[in-house]
């Protein structure tokens, strides 16, 4: 049974920084993508970053809202998803959720994944 849990969401103020972490369970993802998605209430999942399978050339992809102040990284050992994230901003709150695929693509949509995690709560107050 796959398994995907999420952990570091929190209270953050303006400018701050947050690193999510997922942990992995119930098969290796080394030649899957995997994925982080937000979600406010009452609106659509949002991409925001994935990772490629290890050994696909396109190893990370980002949405154009977090470039340059998130960064996606696994741990194929540990089996692990990471998303370090800094220079929060208000419209980064929501709640966070880690993906995995069963193809190796980094892909942007939700519909791409097959295995969820229950979410963690990122808030940035102003």
């Known amino acids: 049974q796959v398994q995907l849990v999420e952990s570091g969401g929190g209270l953050v103020q303006t400018g701050g920084s947050l690193r999510l972490s997922c942990a992995a369970s119930g098969r290796t993802f080394s030649s899957a993508a995997m994925g982080w998605f937000r979600q406010v209430p009452g609106q659509e999942r949002e991409f925001v970053a994935a990772?490629?399978?290890?050994?696909?050339?396109?190893?990370?992809n980002y949405a154009d809202s977090v470039k340059g102040r998130f960064t996606i990284s696994r741990d194929i050992d540990k089996k692990m998803l990471y998303l370090q994230m800094v220079s929060l901003q208000p419209g980064d709150t929501a709640v966070y959720y880690c993906?995995?695929?069963?193809?190796?693509?980094?892909?942007?949509?939700?519909?791409?994944?097959?295995?969820w995690g229950q979410g963690t709560q990122v808030t940035v107050s102003s």
């Open positions: 990772a490629g399978a290890v050994a696909w050339s396109e190893r990370e």
């Open positions: 993906a995995a695929s069963d193809g190796p693509r980094p892909l942007a949509t939700a519909g791409s994944y097959a295995y």
